[in-house]
Structure formats: structure tokens, C-alpha cells
């Protein structure tokens, strides 16, 4: 996952927002894709077709909000960041956002030097992620292979009485460690 493409998906229903979101990206974070959807349910489609490095969606939409959207993304894609984007920081807000494991909050007027920091650290965090992941089914396949190994082993491996057997007639002792 760590050489792929950071792949990043921006909501909102505010047009110009969605058109200049994409170009402060590119600018400031060389080579993350970036896709767009004008609606939480736009979004939730194209959330379970593509595995996002992270979401940004504004709370205060139409039909689906950011909140119930965070909701159902998290039902599918527990894993991914989703940051939010509010104008208003009600305390009430983000505290339920929060509860439902909202990574980070960017406030409008979006400051640009605080989303691509806090884009790239939830970016970096999902790519984390999936590399621990990986190590760990790396280390389960490891694991079983060294069991298996052990297992073959154990079944090929002469007896105690078989050793002392093959040494009864030898004027040499069996060494210890042969015999334990």
C-alpha cells in the first residue's frame, strides 16, 4: 500500500468549494487523487467502491449531512479518516462527531496551510494502517508456515529409545543433548 497513490475523496454541495478543494490539494500534496461528490449519498456510493486514504466532507448539506454520513462511512469503512468541514464549531457538534470517530475538523474559511496538514496526516495514517495490516498477516502466514514446519518435524524425529538404539553399541556415550 505504502508505494500506491494517496487517494483522497472531497464532499460538499458547495460547487465552488468542490472545485477549488481539488486544486489546493494538488498544489500542496504532489500526486494524491483526488476525487469529488456533491452529496453524502454520491459519496457513500463511491465510498464502497473505492478504498479512500481519507474523506473531507462538510457537515451542514442537504438531505444526508456530514454527521450521518461519517455514520454510515464508518459502517463500511471503520478504518478510513474523515475529516470534517463546518463553519459553525458547536461545542454539541463536535463532541457527536467525535463519538462517532471523526478524525479531524477543518473550520471555513478553510485555512490552507491547517487541511493539507491535517490531509496529509490522516492520509499517512490510513497508509499506516494497512501497512501494519500487512505485516501482521505476513507474521499470521509466518507463523502457521514455522507450526507446520515444527509439526513435520516433530512427526520425522527419531524417539528417544531410537537415539539410544543407534548408540547402544558405540563405546561412545550419547551426548546429553541427543537424548533430552
Same mark, same amino acid.
Given at each position: 500500500?505504502?508505494?500506491?497513490? &494517496?487517494?483522497?475523496?472531497?464532499? #460538499?454541495?458547495?460547487? !465552488?468549494?468542490?472545485?477549488?478543494?481539488?486544486?489546493?490539494? =494538488?498544489?500542496?500534496? $504532489?500526486?494524491?487523487?483526488?476525487?469529488?461528490?456533491?452529496?453524502?449519498?454520491? !459519496?457513500?456510493?463511491?465510498?464502497?467502491?473505492? #478504498?479512500? #486514504?481519507? *474523506?473531507?466532507? #462538510?457537515?451542514?448539506?442537504?438531505?444526508?449531512?456530514?454527521?450521518?454520513?461519517?455514520?454510515?462511512?464508518?459502517? $463500511?469503512? &471503520?478504518?478510513? %479518516? *474523515?475529516?470534517? *468541514?463546518?463553519?459553525?464549531?458547536?461545542?454539541?457538534?463536535?463532541?457527536?462527531?467525535? @463519538?462517532?470517530? =471523526?478524525?479531524? /475538523? *477543518?473550520?471555513? %474559511?478553510? +485555512?490552507?496551510?491547517? /487541511?493539507? !496538514? =491535517?490531509? $496529509?496526516?490522516?492520509? @499517512?495514517?490510513?497508509?499506516?494502517? $494497512?501497512?501494519?495490516?500487512? @505485516? @501482521?498477516?505476513?507474521?499470521?502466514?509466518?507463523?502457521?508456515?514455522?507450526?507446520? /514446519?515444527?509439526?513435520?518435524?516433530?512427526?520425522?524425529? %527419531?524417539?528417544?529409545? +531410537?537415539?539410544?538404539?543407534?548408540?547402544?553399541?558405540? &563405546? /561412545? %556415550?550419547?551426548?546429553?543433548?541427543?537424548?533430552?
Amino acid at each position: 500500500m505504502e508505494n500506491e497513490t &494517496p487517494h483522497v475523496l472531497l464532499v #460538499d454541495d458547495d460547487q !465552488a468549494l468542490l472545485q477549488a478543494l481539488p486544486h489546493m490539494v =494538488a498544489l500542496r500534496l $504532489h500526486g494524491v487523487q483526488v476525487d469529488t461528490a456533491a452529496s453524502a449519498e454520491e !459519496a457513500l456510493v463511491m465510498a464502497r467502491s473505492c #478504498d479512500y #486514504d481519507a *474523506i473531507v466532507s #462538510d457537515i451542514k448539506m442537504p438531505g444526508m449531512d456530514g454527521i450521518e454520513l461519517l455514520s454510515r462511512l464508518h459502517e $463500511h469503512r &471503520p478504518e478510513t %479518516p *474523515i475529516l470534517l *468541514i463546518t463553519g459553525h464549531m458547536e461545542q454539541k457538534l463536535v463532541i457527536e462527531a467525535m @463519538q462517532k470517530g =471523526a478524525y479531524d /475538523f *477543518i473550520q471555513k %474559511p478553510i +485555512e490552507r496551510v491547517y /487541511f493539507v !496538514a =491535517a490531509l $496529509h496526516r490522516a492520509i @499517512q495514517t490510513h497508509q499506516l494502517q $494497512h501497512q501494519v495490516q500487512e @505485516q @501482521q498477516k505476513l507474521l499470521a502466514s509466518y507463523t502457521k508456515t514455522l507450526q507446520r /514446519f515444527a509439526r513435520q518435524r516433530a512427526e520425522v524425529a %527419531p524417539t528417544t529409545e +531410537e537415539r539410544e538404539a543407534v548408540h547402544a553399541g558405540s &563405546p /561412545f %556415550p550419547t551426548p546429553r543433548w541427543l537424548i533430552s
